[in-house]
C-alpha cells in the first residue's frame, strides 16, 4: 500500500525513511572516517565530497519527505505506547526531521563561506553566501555541533528501535520494516 494504513507505515514513508537513513547514516560515517585519511591527500578530499554527496541526498528529499508525513497519519502500535515514551519518541523525531533540513542546508553555508563551490554530482549550487571568516566560524561551528547531535540522535533512535522490537516485543519495528 503506497500510503499509511493504521497498522503499518506504507511504501512511500519506507522509501523515504529508508533513503534519509541511509543517506544520513552514510554522511556520518564519510565524515567521521576522513580525519583518517592524510592531510591534503586525495582520500581526505573524496571522503569530503562524499559526506556534502550524501547530506544533499537528504537536502532533495526531506521536503518531501515531511510533507507525505503531514498527508498520512502515524500507525498506531500494539500493545499501545506509555504517555512519557510516546513523549520521547515524538520529540526525537522531531528532532530528527528538523536536523535533516537544517544540517544539509548549514552544510552548504559552510562549504561556501570556506571559499568553494558546492556540486551536486557535477552540478553546481548557487552560491548563497560569499567566503568570509567570521560567517564560515559561525555556520561551521554550528554545523559541527548539530552533526554530532544528529550522530547522538541516531544511535538513540535505532537502539530504540531494537529495544521495542526485543525486549518490550510492540509492533514498532515491524509497522516500519515488516510485511
Ligand atoms: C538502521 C537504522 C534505523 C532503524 C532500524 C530505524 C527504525 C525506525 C523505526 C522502527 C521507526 C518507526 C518507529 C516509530 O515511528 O516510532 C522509525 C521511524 C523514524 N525514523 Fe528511523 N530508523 C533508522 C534510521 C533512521 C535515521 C538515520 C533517521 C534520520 C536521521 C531516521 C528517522 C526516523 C524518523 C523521523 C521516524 C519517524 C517517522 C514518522 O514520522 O512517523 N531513522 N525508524
Ligand atoms: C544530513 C546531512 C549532514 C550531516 C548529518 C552532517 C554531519 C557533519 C558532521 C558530524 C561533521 C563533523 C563534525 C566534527 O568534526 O565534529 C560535519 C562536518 C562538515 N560538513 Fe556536514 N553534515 C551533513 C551535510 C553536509 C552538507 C550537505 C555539506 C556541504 C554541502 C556539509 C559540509 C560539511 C563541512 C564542510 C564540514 C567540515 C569538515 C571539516 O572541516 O573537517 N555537510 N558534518
Redesign the pocket.
Known amino acids: 500500500m503506497i500510503f499509511n494504513s493504521p497498522a503499518k507505515y506504507g511504501i512511500m514513508s519506507r522509501f523515504f525513511h529508508g533513503f534519509c537513513a541511509v543517506?544520513?547514516i552514510a554522511?556520518?560515517i564519510f565524515?567521521?572516517i576522513?580525519?583518517y585519511f592524510p592531510k591534503g591527500g586525495d582520500g581526505r578530499a573524496l571522503m569530503?565530497y562524499a559526506?556534502?554527496?550524501?547530506?544533499?541526498f537528504?537536502?532533495w528529499l526531506i521536503a518531501p519527505r515531511i510533507l507525505w508525513r503531514s498527508a498520512n497519519s502515524e500507525p498506531a502500535v500494539d500493545p499501545a505506547q506509555g504517555r512519557f515514551i510516546k513523549a520521547v519518541a515524538n520529540l526525537t523525531h522531531y528532532m530528527l526531521y528538523a536536523?535533516?533540513l537544517v544540517?544539509?542546508?548549514?552544510?552548504?553555508?559552510?562549504?561556501?563561506a570556506?571559499g568553494?563551490t558546492?556540486d551536486f554530482f557535477g552540478i553546481t549550487?548557487p552560491a548563497i553566501v560569499g567566503s568570509g571568516a567570521e560567517v564560515k566560524t559561525l555556520v561551521?561551528s554550528t554545523?559541527?555541533?548539530?552533526?554530532?547531535v544528529?550522530?547522538y540522535l541516531v544511535i538513540l533512535h535505532v537502539l530504540a528501535a531494537l529495544w521495542h522490537h526485543f525486549v518490550v516485543k510492540d509492533t514498532t519495528f515491524i509497522r516500519m520494516f515488516g510485511r
Open positions: 543517506s544520513v554522511a556520518l565524515i567521521e576522513k580525519p569530503q559526506h556534502m554527496q550524501a547530506g544533499l537528504v537536502l536536523l535533516m544540517l544539509p542546508i548549514l552544510g552548504v553555508l559552510t562549504w561556501q570556506s568553494h558546492v549550487l561551521k554545523h559541527e555541533f548539530l552533526g554530532n544528529m550522530l
